[in-house]
Antibody, heavy 121, light 107 residues
Framework: QVQLVQSGPEVKKPGASVKVSCQAS????????ISWVRQAPGQGLEWMGW????????NFAQKFQGRVTMTTDTSTSTVYMELRRLSSDDTAVYYC??????????????WGQGTLVTVSS | EVVMTQSPATLSVSPGERATLSCRAS??????LAWYQQKPGQAPRLLIY???TRATGIPARFSGSGSGTEFTLTISSLQSEDFAFYYC?????????FGGGTKVEIK
């Protein structure tokens, strides 16, 4: 079964860091890039960045530059997203999403189930 | 960055009727435009990419059109399962950007 499975909900204090995982199964992991997209409560979708699962190259939205890290572990078909210096504005559901293909990138045909990150003192 | 503007914010439609959703880009994105459907508590689902190509398994009642800065998603005959939020997304330039969404509700 082709799927992306994310780690569970997190509660963090302001200033802390969070690391969310996204494990792929059912397809060739290194054949598709992965993006992270977040959605604050009652709000729209916001793209955070992308990682090439084959070589680990990344591209981040400027808003998150310096505060986000994305890594890939091909041995477990898992991508990680770490966000540092959290504030209440980072409270959101975080999704990983797969590129359709190596040719059609940045369009997402599969999504993880989402991970709720709550930042509260 | 490319700003995506969707209209209307809310569309009230009766089952069986046609729904037309609009998406405008602040600069040309050629045909690099996708549409997603999202229901409460669920992840988005890809409907359309390359402005008019239906994703795998998407019913033919969903169609997309447009290029450059103006795009349309049409649902030809609304079914009960189509009442949801719809988002457009440009992938012509990084950062990737989404529209603010259109809520399609039952009239």
């Amino acid at each position: 079964q082709v799927q992306l499975v994310q780690s569970g909900p997190e509660v963090k204090k302001p200033g802390a860091s969070v690391k969310v995982s996204c494990q792929a199964s059912g397809y060739r992991f290194t054949g598709h890039g992965i993006s992270w997209v977040r959605q604050a409560p009652g709000q729209g979708l916001e793209w955070m960045g992308w990682i090439n699962t084959y070589d680990g190259n990344t591209n981040f939205a400027q808003k998150f530059q310096g505060r986000v890290t994305m890594t890939t572990d091909t041995s477990t078909s898992t991508v990680y997203m770490e966000l540092r210096r959290l504030s209440s504005d980072d409270t959101a559901v975080y999704y990983c999403a797969r590129d359709i293909s190596a040719i059609v990138q940045d369009v997402f045909d599969m999504w993880g189930q989402g991970t709720l990150v709550t930042v509260s003192s | 960055e490319v700003v995506m503007t969707q209209s209307p914010a809310t569309l009230s439609v009766s089952p069986g009727e046609r729904a037309t959703l609009s998406c405008r880009a602040s600069q040309s994105v050629t045909s690099n435009l996708a549409w997603y459907q999202q229901k409460p508590g669920q992840a988005p689902r890809l409907l359309i990419y390359a402005a008019s190509t239906r994703a795998t398994g998407i019913p033919a009642r969903f169609s997309g059109s447009g290029s450059g800065t103006e795009f349309t998603l049409t649902i030809s005959s609304l079914q009960s399962e189509d009442f949801a939020f719809y988002y457009c997304q440009q992938y012509n330039n990084w950062p990737l950007t989404f529209g603010g969404g259109t809520k399609v509700e039952i009239k």
